[in-house]
């Protein structure tokens, strides 16, 4: 088994930044909800659009800031945008009414989104082209591993119920970024790009790397399948316990963690990354398959199915995101990481905003019918994958002259 520790020098230095805001994230993620609801007082439904809004700005400003980690250098970029985005969280503990809670939640957004595109130029600056995708995917396991501890925090913080563990799990996710700023600031220098000022932003006129990222977005409702589709069938569809939903949350996250990194290491250019959507494609649509049959049978039945159905769907989630991973960068030109991973990474936002909607019609309004549409659409995305990709590398040479690639000074 491959270790999730990453090797000494900028790689595990970048693995425990973000290891310290994915502890602050996780136990923020478990009580964010009922901490808008008790203490602050706002309505669920205000609370679901004011974050609707705050991640759709999030996600339309982080692609300028990505533009501008790589012209002013994505180390200094992301390190205020860590501080940023602790500011916000911070700022979560004094707001008590709609109007502030709507502009905190659109700071940390777009903080959010901007950080990780730097994050990302940062990387491509520190890391060799053919070492960025195992990187990332030990990048992916520290973060679930943050994740894991941090929810088990957040979870003291439910049981206790009360205002001032509601504000210790909030001050501590703010100070985490804090933590990643420094960290972040330890990393060596990356040279920004020499980009002629007032040039437009290359990557909204780069349609096939658009198809990409559109085509990434249907294969991302992996996310919201398994935090609302799923759930929501269990509870419903199902005579399986609900205790069950946590327990595959679990599985899922603790095999990412352990087998992320080896199921990358196959991952190292174009032909291999659109190889592994295939297969993950193939694993999706056996996924849902699986969970056809976990209705209608007694409990223990539902139970074994359901985690027969979990295991596919984790070694799908991981073989996709290696593979995407490798297209999003090996598709960016030189000195355009952050542009182009900041709209890559809008395929997130758009699955976990538009996925849950599509997921509950489908799923619960048409069942059998739903999961073999859902594993068919995925599957035939994950098959176009690869002629749209050898598309778009074909056009690499047709664009306006990208600028040298970053150099670490």
Request: glycine letters at 10%.
């Amino acid at each position: 088994m491959s270790t999730p520790l990453p090797p000494p020098g900028p790689q595990r230095t970048l693995a425990l930044a973000q290891l310290s805001n994915s502890v602050g994230d996780g136990a923020y993620y478990v009580t964010s909800a009922l901490y808008f609801t008790h203490v602050v007082g706002l309505a669920p439904a205000r609370i679901g659009l004011g974050l609707t809004l705050a991640w759709a700005v999030g996600s339309v400003v982080g692609v300028p800031l990505g533009r501008v980690a790589d012209r002013r250098g994505p180390r200094g970029t992301a390190v205020l945008l860590a501080l940023a985005t602790g500011a916000a969280v911070a700022s979560f503990l004094v707001v008590r009414d709609f109007v502030p809670f709507l502009t905190a939640a659109c700071l940390y957004a777009t903080a959010q989104s901007g950080l990780a595109a730097a994050r990302q130029a940062l990387l491509a600056g520190l890391v060799a082209k053919e070492e960025r995708t195992r990187a990332l995917a030990h990048l992916q396991s520290t973060l679930n591993a943050g994740l894991a501890v941090g929810a088990a925090l957040g979870g003291l913080a439910l049981s206790a119920a009360t205002r001032s563990a509601y504000l210790a799990v909030f001050a501590s996710d703010a100070l985490s970024f804090l933590l990643c700023a420094f960290l972040l600031g330890r990393l060596p220098a990356v040279a920004p790009v020499d980009l002629p000022r007032g040039a437009k932003l290359e990557v909204l006129r780069d349609r096939p790397y658009a198809v990409v990222t559109l085509l990434n977005t249907v294969l991302l409702l992996r996310m919201p399948l398994l935090s609302v589709g799923l759930p929501l069938w269990i509870t419903e569809r199902t005579h399986a316990p609900e205790w069950l939903v946590s327990a595959l949350f679990i599985l899922n996250t603790v095999a990412v963690m352990l087998f992320q990194v080896r199921a990358a290491r196959s991952v190292t250019g174009l032909p291999t990354a659109a190889r592994a959507l295939r297969h993950s494609g193939v694993l999706m649509l056996l996924t849902c398959g699986v969970f056809v049959f976990s209705a209608g049978h007694a409990p223990w039945v539902a139970v074994t199915v359901l985690v027969g159905g979990s295991v596919l769907l984790v070694a799908a989630e991981m073989l996709q995101s290696a593979g995407s991973w490798q297209l999003g960068f090996d598709l960016a030109p030189a000195g355009r990481v952050g542009e182009y991973q900041a709209f890559f990474g809008t395929g997130v936002t758009v699955a976990r905003t538009l996925g849950p909607l599509l997921l509950t019609g489908l799923l619960l309004g048409a069942g059998t019918t739903g999961w073999l549409l859902l594993g068919g659409l995925v599957l035939a995305t994950s098959y176009a994958m690869g002629p749209v990709s050898r598309w778009a590398a074909g056009t690499r040479g047709e664009q306006s002259p990208a600028s040298a690639a970053a150099q670490v000074v």
